[in-house]
T-cell receptor
Framework: EAEVAQSPRYKITEKSQAVAFWCDPISGHATLYWYRQILGQGPELLVQFQDESVVDDSQLPKDRFSAERLKGVDSTLKIQPAELGDSAMYLC?????????FGQGTRLTVV | QKEVEQDPGPLSVPEGAIVSLNCTYSNSAFQYFMWYRQYSRKGPELLMYTYSSGNKEDGRFTAQVDKSSKYISLFIRDSQPSDSATYLCAMSAFDNQGGKLIFGQGTELSVKP
């Protein structure tokens, strides 16, 4: 069964350091999402790609976060510098039409 | 006020009970409604997907959408301990460029043997 792959699964970093997450969507899925989920809350959209183009990044803190999907396939989300408040689960999802399928996420802890 | 409201629980039921999970929303443009199940430290897993109003059944799960009341429900029949998880409702308006999912806070469910 096709899955969304994310790595790493867990990441501990010191504040002010740079951190990057990688996502490989389900093959053929043109839409890719990055969501952030704080413990006890629902996921919130950070950025949405349609192929290699950004469709929605209105909630992405652009002073420290960046995202790219250069060839319209896999994607990288970067945080630099990391802050204590960035500790959360970072989820990648992909979609062919309407249903979005999520990966297992990267749990980030900033110390 | 959040666009999607969901009681966080926790909700505890005995094995075999019928579980009712609910969300309300404020954006009348939402047309696509989903329920996700999320186990601890895992990503959300799509359970049910419904377009517009009506009911949809899949095994022990039934999803209902009432757009006139801006209210959606997920029913779980014959609940099992393996159903213990957080259940997230999500919805979207979708347009020509796709659309972001707006999630509820999630309801934590515990099914006791």
């Amino acid at each position: 069964e096709a899955e969304v792959a994310q790595s790493p699964r867990y990441k501990i970093t010191e504040k002010s350091q740079a951190v990057a997450f990688w996502c490989d969507p389900i093959s053929g899925h043109a839409t890719l999402y990055w969501y952030r989920q704080i413990l006890g809350q629902g996921p919130e959209l950070l950025v949405q790609f349609q192929d290699e183009s950004v469709v929605d990044d209105s909630q992405l803190p652009k002073d420290r976060f960046s995202a790219e999907r250069l060839k319209g396939v896999d994607s990288t989300l970067k945080i630099q510098p990391a802050e204590l408040g960035d500790s959360a689960m970072y989820l990648c999802a992909s979609s062919l039409s309407r249903e979005a399928f999520f990966g297992q996420g990267t749990r980030l802890t900033v110390v | 006020q959040k666009e999607v409201e969901q009681d966080p629980g926790p909700l505890s039921v005995p094995e075999g009970a019928i579980v009712s999970l609910n969300c309300t929303y404020s954006n009348s443009a939402f047309q696509y409604f989903m329920w996700y199940r999320q186990y601890s430290r895992k990503g959300p897993e799509l359970l049910m997907y419904t377009y517009s109003s009506g009911n949809k059944e899949d095994g022990r799960f039934t999803a209902q959408v009432d757009k006139s009341s801006k209210y959606i429900s997920l029913f779980i029949r014959d609940s099992q301990p393996s159903d213990s998880a957080t259940y997230l409702c999500a919805m979207s308006a979708f347009d020509n460029q796709g659309g972001k999912l707006i999630f509820g806070q999630g309801t934590e469910l515990s099914v006791k043997p």
